[in-house]
């Protein structure tokens, strides 16, 4: 059982990736970096993540005025819906379907 879930995990974390690194999207290297970290904390099964900015920070060794611009940015590309609770913000990555490479 634990096998078929991280297998499963694998099979949902690597598009995704490989959707972010596109050139084609147009990220920057700040942005990527960013979304990179925040699909690492992705709850497989709801596609929502829970990283603080301060944990966010400290994964990508970027400030937290940077994330924060970045989280900004990526919200204005549509590539990152942010719902904020009172626990904190939560993240869900919408990419766009998977292109070829250019």
Known sequence: MQRQSMTTARHQF?????????????????????AIAILHDRDNTTGISRPS?????NMTAL??????????ALKAKGLLQVVKTAQGNLYRLILPPRKPYE
Do not use: K, M
């Open 53 to 57: 900015i301060a944990r966010l920070a």
């Open 14 to 34: 690597f598009p995704a990736l490989r959707a972010i690194l596109q050139p084609s999207f147009g990220l920057t290297a700040t942005e990527r970096l960013v």
């Open 63 to 72: 400030s937290a005025c940077t994330v924060s611009r970045t989280i900004t």
